[in-house]
């Protein structure tokens, strides 16, 4: 798959010299208890490693592992238990994963320990704003970044859904911390920016962010979108398996043809079918 827009980025370089190219697709790794998709299927560290590497198999380019779910109305996790649950199973995925590992934290206790052990990227859904050491940390290991956009905390952000130009406020915001990151000595090059779909946002919202994604593109940074089976997606499409997986790929394609660079999901097989796909129109349409 090679990138689809030009203004995209093509590509990001880790640290240990590994490339994703671009648009690629990211697994998703709950290791939780109450995540809303797949909570408690992969809180056994042998059940979580299989997932990986079946993911890896199916085509996912970054396995994204996370300790604390932040769904709508989610509780707080402490660091320990976060660490608890994602040490391990990063430990035994650095050796036997090809792709990288980005570690899904708002922590930066939980981030460095997860660096340290293996994990290549962090990913922020706090955007920076949970843990003032964050960004240090990052920096400190030389880390690759995703700044996601959201407001407050997952059991008070639906109350915050309230915007004047949602499209603009989370593009000054994404712009903001990504300014933030590279003061603490991020590199420009290694970070990724989110909208953070359904994080203090209705669906409304959502759409909007949609819509305006190529304006989020337009910031330079490569772009991440998370749709997979999220509440917007299960509204609109359906809340059966099949609705809510066809509903997801209805948002990646749309995504990949706006200019994003990487899908997030629990289902990296489609999803590889579907970015190809979107590539090989937006190409065609170039030529
Ligand atoms: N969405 C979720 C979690 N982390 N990270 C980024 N960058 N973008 C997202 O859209 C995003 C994210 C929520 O989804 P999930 O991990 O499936 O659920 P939970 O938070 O309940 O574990």
Redesign the pocket.
């Given at each position: 798959m090679s990138a689809q827009k030009s203004k995209s980025p093509q590509s990001l370089r880790l640290k240990d010299g590994r490339v994703i190219r671009f648009p690629a697709v990211m697994g998703?790794l709950?290791i939780?208890p109450d995540?809303?998709?797949d909570g408690g299927r992969f809180l056994d560290p042998d059940r979580a490693v299989a997932h990986a590497l079946a993911m890896e198999a199916a085509g996912a380019t970054i396995i994204d592992v996370?300790g604390e779910?932040?769904?709508p109305g989610?509780a707080m996790v402490s660091a320990e238990d976060e660490l608890d649950r994602v040490l391990p199973v990063i430990e035994e995925l650095r050796d036997r994963l090809k792709v990288p590992i980005s570690i899904?934290t708002r922590k930066a206790v939980v981030a460095s320990a997860a660096l340290d052990e293996g994990a290549a990227i962090v990913?922020d859904?706090s955007g920076l704003t949970f843990d003032r050491a964050m960004a240090s940390a990052i920096a400190q290991a030389d880390a690759a970044l995703?700044v996601?956009h959201m407001r407050g905390l997952p059991a008070t952000m639906d109350r915050l859904a309230r915007y004047t130009d949602v499209v603009a406020e989370v593009r000054a915001f994404l712009e903001r911390q990504a300014q933030v990151a590279i003061s603490a000595g991020v590199d420009r090059s290694s970070i990724i920016v989110?909208p953070?779909?359904g994080f203090a946002k209705n669906a409304r919202h959502n759409l909007a962010l949609m819509g305006g994604l190529s304006e989020l593109c337009a910031l330079g940074y490569p772009v991440?979108v998370?749709a997979?089976r999220k509440r917007f997606v299960r509204a609109i499409a359906g809340d059966g398996e099949t609705d809510s997986s066809f509903g997801t790929a209805a948002v990646n394609a749309l995504a990949i043809a706006a200019g994003a660079s990487i899908v997030?999901v629990?289902e990296p097989g489609p999803a590889v079918a579907v970015v190809k796909m979107a590539v090989a129109i937006a190409e065609h349409v170039r030529v």
């Open positions: 998703i709950n939780t995540s809303f998709s996370g779910s932040t769904r989610a899904d990913n859904v995703i996601m989110d953070g779909l991440l998370g997979s997030r629990h």
